[in-house]
């Protein structure tokens, strides 16, 4: 085969990718990850074989009935698909699998993880720093889990997270390595430029909304809401508002091109498209499909937020998109 035709296939990427050397490292985050299943794994089976651990007796979960069921098996079917992830990427008939077909969860597990990474430890820290919830805060709060529950499975999750990123990076450098080495390259085609403005706009007005919550704004929230506001509720709309800030300079960046190096602006339009549109996603099922009583109501201004973060995280996805196409084609 020739140098050219080498080349060729490399760059449409039908060629397996090569498997992962063994070593301590790989062991040792492949063993992370696979436990760090767990915890999840057993409360969600628990749960659906009847068990109440971790839930207070006066949680709304005790409502849930068959949508809180139907709820608990998709999310264990969901962290179950991380074992499946980790053995794609350790084993070498991972190679055969199709890139679309790892890259797409891969992305959905950076959404839902990114924020539980950024928000949870500094949740932490808000309480270490006696920033945390009063009492008429806790006692406005609509119960749902015991504390511990939330330690453990999103210490469990955090785990994941890292021990999935250390897996995953090697693995794509090898496979599609040259598609974000070097400088970005020339301007994406200008459709692709209004998507990317259109992703800024929806990711600006997203990130205003959630950041004037984050920082004690009620405006737009229910009486529950605003009664139950901390500082720890702040951090995770202050996170909702930095994903969904990543997703949009991560889009106007790989749209406008150029000659900066191209590891950064599409490593923020992954992190953030994905968070941004799969919490969004999640939070607007719930609010919509899911709610679990009157107790816990959404206001038009929260039910547009999410449907916001969701645009900002399909446009800013589109453009990231587009971006490895043309860097495949180039």
Request: with cysteine; net charge positive.
């Amino acid at each position: 085969m020739s140098t050219r035709a080498v080349h060729a296939t490399h760059t449409t990427g039908t060629t397996r990718p090569p498997a992962p050397a063994p070593g301590t490292r790989l062991r040792v985050l492949r063993a992370a990850a696979l436990a760090a299943t767990l915890p999840y794994l057993t409360l969600k089976a628990a749960w659906l074989a009847g068990s109440r651990i971790g839930i207070p007796a006066d949680s709304i979960l005790l409502k849930g009935g068959t949508t809180l069921a139907v709820g608990n098996a998709v999310t264990l079917a969901m962290d179950a698909c991380v074992i499946l992830l980790v053995l794609v990427l350790t084993r070498p008939w991972g190679a055969r699998v199709p890139g679309w077909l790892l890259t797409l969860p891969v992305y959905v597990a950076t959404g839902l993880l990114t924020p539980i990474v950024l928000g949870y430890p500094a949740q932490l820290l808000v309480k270490a720093l006696g920033l945390g919830a009063g009492e008429a805060a806790r006692a406005a709060r609509v119960p749902f889990l015991d504390p511990w529950v939330f330690a453990v499975v999103y210490g469990g999750f955090i785990i994941q997270a890292i021990a999935l990123a250390g897996l995953f990076v090697p693995y794509a450098r090898r496979r599609w390595g040259r598609r974000w080495q070097g400088a970005l390259g020339r301007r994406l085609p200008s459709p692709t430029g209004v998507v990317a403005g259109a992703s800024a706009l929806a990711g600006a007005a997203v990130a205003a909304a959630h950041g004037y919550w984050a920082f004690g704004g009620t405006a737009g929230l229910s009486a529950e809401m605003a009664a139950a506001h901390t500082a720890e509720t702040g951090v995770v709309s202050g996170v909702h508002a930095m994903c969904a800030l990543a997703a949009a300079a991560g889009a106007l960046l790989l749209a406008r091109g150029g000659s900066r190096p191209a590891g950064w602006p599409p490593a923020l339009a992954w992190i953030g498209s994905s968070a941004a549109l799969g919490w969004g996603a999640w939070m607007l099922t719930a609010a919509l499909g899911m709610n679990l009583g009157e107790d816990e109501p959404s206001t038009t201004a929260v039910l547009l937020a999410y449907a916001g973060q969701m645009i900002t995280g399909l446009l800013a996805g589109a453009v990231l998109l587009r971006y490895l196409h043309a860097r495949r084609e180039g």
